[in-house]
């Protein structure tokens, strides 16, 4: 048997996440660097408590501007004081409303650069390891910063994502960048389901990466994200895909 986690993004100002809630088996919720707030982090919270959600933090860069996704050159000190300020908080709001902090998934800029850079992936390992060594660190599938939390003996979760393209080397193409993401949802279907059952994806060169597929991201800020999280549900029923956190 085959089984995956499904995750989103949350707490990022879409008004799709209530919905999404109850088609996603883990949430990673904006910790109010790059999106969300005290408030909204709250109501992630307690949304997730009543679908039986896995919560997770989903820190990025203090750039509310550029919605955390635009590189930055920032030490690793920095970055280390900065996770350890966001998870604390989602983890006090989760403890207080009965819940227990599950992952942490960093976000946007802040993801890729970690994918990379070993000097960023280590900070940010060591920060989580040193909120809660039981919380799974979530990145790129075959990424430094999955090495960097099995370095730290953390359980690493390797992430794949449905609607972008991806490089020779298994990176994702910049969102700069032509294909970066995928619009055609066949395309997407068929991306996701050959990254589950075969552990491969095409890049955008014609050449097939390896991946491990442990956990697929949703993007809940789509036009048809909700129709196609539907749909991506329905072919891992027909492909005998359990969808757990």
Same mark, same amino acid.
């Given at each position: 048997?085959?089984?995956?986690?499904?995750?989103?993004?949350?707490?990022?100002?879409?008004?799709?996440?209530?919905?999404?809630?109850?088609?996603?088996?883990?949430?990673?919720?904006?910790?109010?660097?790059?999106?969300?707030?005290?408030?909204?982090?709250?109501?992630?919270?307690?949304?997730?408590?009543?679908?039986?959600?896995?919560?997770?933090?989903?820190?990025?860069?203090?750039?509310?501007?550029?919605?955390?996704?635009?590189?930055?050159?920032?030490?690793?000190?920095?970055?280390?004081?900065?996770?350890?300020?966001?998870?604390?908080?989602?983890?006090? !709001?989760?403890?207080?409303?009965?819940?227990?902090?599950?992952?942490?998934?960093?976000?946007?800029?802040?993801?890729?650069?970690?994918?990379?850079?070993?000097?960023?992936?280590?900070?940010?390992?060591?920060?989580?390891?040193?909120?809660?060594?039981?919380?799974?660190?979530?990145?790129?599938?075959?990424?430094?910063?999955?090495?960097?939390?099995?370095?730290?003996?953390?359980?690493?979760?390797?992430?794949?994502?449905?609607?972008?393209?991806?490089?020779?080397?298994?990176?994702?193409?910049?969102?700069?960048?032509?294909?970066?993401? !995928?619009?055609?949802?066949?395309?997407?279907?068929?991306?996701?389901?050959?990254?589950?059952?075969?552990?491969?994806?095409?890049?955008?060169?014609?050449?097939?990466?390896?991946?491990?597929?442990?956990?697929?991201?949703?993007?809940?800020?789509?036009?048809?994200?909700?129709?196609?999280?539907?749909?991506?549900?329905?072919?891992?029923?027909?492909?005998?895909?359990?969808?757990?956190?």
């Amino acid at each position: 048997m085959i089984v995956v986690d499904l995750n989103a993004d949350l707490g990022e100002g879409c008004g799709s996440d209530a919905e999404l809630l109850t088609l996603i088996s883990s949430a990673n919720i904006a910790c109010g660097f790059h999106a969300g707030d005290a408030q909204t982090m709250r109501e992630c919270v307690r949304e997730a408590l009543k679908n039986g959600v896995a919560i997770g933090a989903h820190p990025g860069f203090a750039d509310r501007e550029n919605f955390g996704r635009t590189a930055m050159n920032v030490s690793a000190e920095t970055i280390y004081a900065q996770m350890l300020y966001q998870i604390g908080a989602l983890h006090a !709001i989760t403890r207080a409303e009965g819940g227990q902090l599950r992952h942490v998934k960093p976000h946007g800029a802040l993801y890729n650069q970690a994918a990379k850079a070993p000097a960023l992936a280590e900070a940010i390992a060591r920060a989580v390891h040193d909120v809660d060594p039981g919380l799974i660190l979530v990145g790129l599938a075959g990424s430094a910063l999955i090495r960097a939390g099995q370095r730290a003996g953390l359980l690493t979760r390797e992430e794949v994502f449905a609607d972008r393209g991806y490089q020779a080397d298994g990176r994702l193409v910049p969102r700069t960048e032509p294909g970066a993401l !995928i619009a055609d949802e066949e395309h997407a279907l068929a991306q996701t389901l050959e990254m589950v059952l075969r552990g491969r994806v095409k890049s955008l060169s014609g050449e097939w990466a390896t991946v491990q597929a442990q956990t697929v991201c949703l993007h809940g800020d789509g036009e048809h994200a909700l129709a196609f999280a539907r749909r991506l549900r329905n072919e891992f029923r027909l492909n005998k895909i359990t969808i757990s956190a």
